[in-house]
């Protein structure tokens, strides 16, 4: 029988009981995050949208009033969804859901490439079938693996996405005492990389492809800087943050008109574009979603990413058949709304209905 006393005679110390390990705190599920999302992705159909009618007029209002304006209005006003999906990715890798290590960060990874590969081979396809590409099939698919953007120019995104994720969930896993020596090396081949394809074209003259993986610096800044705005405590810009929609407007003014004066298509780094998508998500930040819409916003935020995938070829069909330059503005307009949300139901409608056939991992 055991003692409680110890060989000396004197009480034996108590056993304390290992501390169980702290529960892990439940993350708040960011509604408004959601929102922002939802509306990055219908911004993105809505900036395509106009930006097929301002082709339609040849990029110049003397071939169509109309059709031109509509469509610069249009294009102008989805600008900011760029800019914001790219803060919520620094949301996401910085504060929302940190990789714990290089595992779990090439897994998020691989459920994003896959996706990549396949709408790569089915945009081909398509472009093959209408017969609207530019080089045989064979040469588009090798080159998309570099990062070439033929014949789904959406795809840009992406390439530029998986390396400014890389680089911050590097930079995080190392704070945290991580020696993450693949994901380092990996980083390291993509900034190289451009300027390697270019030395080795001169010195063996081959047509390499150009190799797209990489991120420029506004990209960049978008998600660091994002990530913080969204990281903020409700009311850090006043009680009613809508109305931050109002100064939004007038950038979103200054962005028409620089793209009708100055240049079309006004680049993402444009300091116009960043005060427009600043107002946009100031306005939105902690916003709070009624309860009985937040089960339909989760999921439409969930299909998000399928509807981005999916729209370009939805809306390629839509202006192909609906659009011309001889519009007048009340008609163009209205088209522009019109198509915008036929493609935005249609896109989301197939993204939700291929995650119930458990097909979201091969599309999106």
Known sequence: MSSSVSPAGSPAPAQSPEPAPAPRPRREHRYDIDLIRLLCSVGVILCHTGSAFVSAAGRDAANGPGTYWAGLAADSAGRFAVPLFFAIAGWVVLVGAPVRDGRQLWQRIVRIVVPLAVWTVLYVAWGRLRTT???????????????????????????????????????ALVKSGKRPWGLGAALLVSGAAPTLFGDLGKVTDLELPRFGWGFGPYQLIYAVLGALVLALPAGTFGRRSLWWLLPA?????????????????????????????????????????????????????????????????????????????DLSLPSAAALVVTVTAATSALSFGAAMLWARLGLTRLLG
Do not use: K
Request: proline share 5%; hydrophobic share 60%.
């Open 133 to 171: 590409n530019d080089a045989p099939a064979d040469e588009l698919a090798f080159d998309a693996l570099f990062a070439s953007v033929r014949p789904a120019y959406h795809l840009w995104y992406l390439y530029a996405y998986i390396p400014v994720i890389l680089l911050l969930a590097f930079a």
């Open 249 to 325: 407007g007038a950038c979103l003014a200054a962005v028409i008109a620089y793209q009708h004066e100055v240049h079309y298509a006004i680049p993402y780094a444009s300091i116009l574009v960043a005060l427009f998508s600043a107002g946009v998500l100031v306005s939105l930040h902690r916003l709070r979603v009624p309860e009985r819409l937040r089960p339909a916003l989760t999921r439409l935020a969930g299909a998000s990413f399928g509807a981005y995938m999916i729209h370009v070829l939805v809306l390629g069909f839509l202006t192909d058949v609906l659009v011309d330059a």
